[in-house]
Each structure stands twice: as C-alpha cells, then as structure tokens.
C-alpha cells in the first residue's frame, strides 16, 4: 500500500512568488490534513478536510494561504505571494474514518519550503 | 488553552541502557494522547496511542507509556536503547471530540555506541 505522498520535497523560491505544494493521501482515507513546521517552533495544525470539505480551517495563517481538495482525493496547498515567514516544512497527513482508526494520522516526508 | 508539552528538547542515552522522554498534557483534555516518532526525512510514523481503555499502552519497537493522570503525564519509555531509535519523538493530543492536533515541540533522540 502507498504511503502518503508529497510534493516537491523541497521547493526555493522568492518572496512574492507563488508555490503550490501538493498531497496525495492514502487511498480510502476520508480526513486529510495540513500541518506547518517553522525552524525551531512545534507542528501546528492549519486545517483539515473530510473528502473535499473543509472541517476546520483554523490554523491557516491569513488569505495568502489556500487549501483545496478536488474530488476528495489528492489536495493542494498554494501560497500565494509568499513571504519570508512562510518558510518551513509543510506537512500532509491522512487517516481513515471510524471509531478504530480515530486519531490514527499516516504522515508524508514533508516539502521543505524555503522563501528568500 | 490545551497544550502539550515535552519536557526535553534532547534526550542523550547510551546503548542498551533505558530511555525517557516526558509529555505532560493540560488537564482540560479529555485526553486522547499519541506518540509519534520520525526518522530523518520520514514521516511522522505512530508509535502508540492512549484513548482511556488501559492506562499503560504498549507500542512498537518495545516501547510503552503510561497515562498518569493525577501527574497529566504521558511519558514514552523504552528499556532499552537502540542505535536505530535515534530520532525525533512527537507527544501528541487531540481536544475533546476535535480533530485539532495539538504537538509538544518534539524531543531529539540521540543514542550513542
């Protein structure tokens, strides 16, 4: 079975730019989350969908920020412009729905984005 | 405000000998507490969860913690160090009825030979 996957693993572009990382979760997997990790500071939740709705968009940062999830299966963030202090490791996340499998999230590596 | 909070930032061990790294959650949770472990440019891969049916839950790869709550502590605990257990360790929690995840900062692993 595929993990979650993202990309770019790394991306480098210039304040005022826009990037668009990307999420492929689990296949089958209703909830998919994004988490943003600055240098130096902990994991913090930006938002999570159930297939293609937002549950909970209250971590976003402002309205640079945009989050979709097409159809419910992979999602897309995309930074729009970026600024310096957009810069850190974006983390995906996805789990199953159910009782048993609460709170139980499958992790992808992570894009490291960089804005200069 | 929930919180989560790892006590370490780094936890050095030597080989063979045990390993602790502490979490205390705040007591407004109605706790669900997780533990979560990544490797160098992995993602976070879960080690165990507490949901209230056993106070001390077993992990993978030998690992345990035990929910105290009169400390409101979750503490990861291994007895025995492994070079491969070198990693980051996340302490993690969710609020009552949410999926709003909240992460302790993290705390670094290093195992020496």
């Known amino acids: 079975e595929a993990g979650v996957t993202q990309f770019p693993s790394h991306s480098v572009i210039e304040k005022g730019q826009t990037v668009t990382l990307r999420c492929d979760p689990i296949s089958g997997h209703d909830n998919l989350y994004w988490y943003r990790r600055v240098m130096g500071k902990e994991i913090k939740f930006l938002l999570h969908?159930?297939?293609?709705?937002?549950?909970?968009e209250s971590g976003m940062p402002n309205n640079r920020f945009l989050a979709e999830r097409t159809g419910g299966t992979y999602s897309t963030l995309k930074v729009q412009p970026a600024e310096l202090e957009d810069s850190g490791v974006y983390f995906c996340a996805s789990s199953q729905g159910g009782t048993a499998a609460w709170g139980i999230q499958y992790f992808g590596a992570g894009t490291r984005l960089s804005v200069l | 405000a929930q919180s989560v909070t790892q006590l370490d930032s780094h936890v050095s061990v030597s080989e063979g000998t045990p390993v602790l790294l502490r979490c205390n959650y705040s007591?407004?949770?109605?706790?669900?507490l997780f533990w979560y472990v990544q490797h160098p440019n992995k993602g976070l891969q879960l080690l165990l969860k507490y949901t209230s049916a056993a106070t001390l839950v077993k992990g993978i790869n030998g690992f345990e913690a035990e929910f105290k709550k009169s400390e409101t502590s979750f503490h990861l605990t291994k007895p025995s160090a492994h070079m491969s257990d070198a990693a980051e360790y996340f302490c993690v929690g969710y609020p009552t009825g949410g999926f709003k995840t909240i992460f302790g900062a993290g705390t670094r692993l290093f195992v020496k030979a």
């Open positions: 969908f159930v297939k293609e709705s937002k549950q909970d």
């Open positions: 007591s407004s949770y109605s706790p669900s």
